[in-house]
């Protein structure tokens, strides 16, 4: 997926305008792409977890090699019956 992609697809699911999707994308990208330079470990779900496994210094660069896990639908928290508050009485 390309940054445009990116975009427009946040556009189309938020139902907002793309003036106002572009500015904040583009400032998530940067804050991300800062994180991975700082070998920062990401926790971002439900994108998922990502750790820098190693980089490789390049001529006009760097190779950064990460690994990333997701959750299976299945392990995704849902809330259960345990966890949800009890229904309010009326009154």
């Known amino acids: 997926m390309r940054k445009k992609e990116l975009i ?3 556009v189309e699911r938020s139902g907002l305008k793309k003036k106002d999707v572009k500015p904040v994308v583009e400032t998530m990208l940067a ?3 800062e994180a991975i330079g700082d070998n920062r470990e990401l926790n971002l779900p439900p994108m998922g977890r990502m750790k820098i496994r190693r980089e490789k ?3 006009n660069g760097r190779m950064v ?3 990333i896990r997701q959750t299976t639908p299945s392990e995704r928290s849902e809330p259960s019956d345990a ?3 009890p229904d ?3 009154y």
Request: glycine fraction near 6%; hydrophobic fraction near 55%.
């Open 57 to 59: 210094k390049l001529a």
């Open 65 to 67: 090699v990460a690994k």
């Open 8 to 10: 427009e697809a946040v």
């Open 88 to 90: 309010a009485p009326d």
């Open 31 to 33: 804050v991300l792409g």
């Open 83 to 85: 966890t949800q508050l």
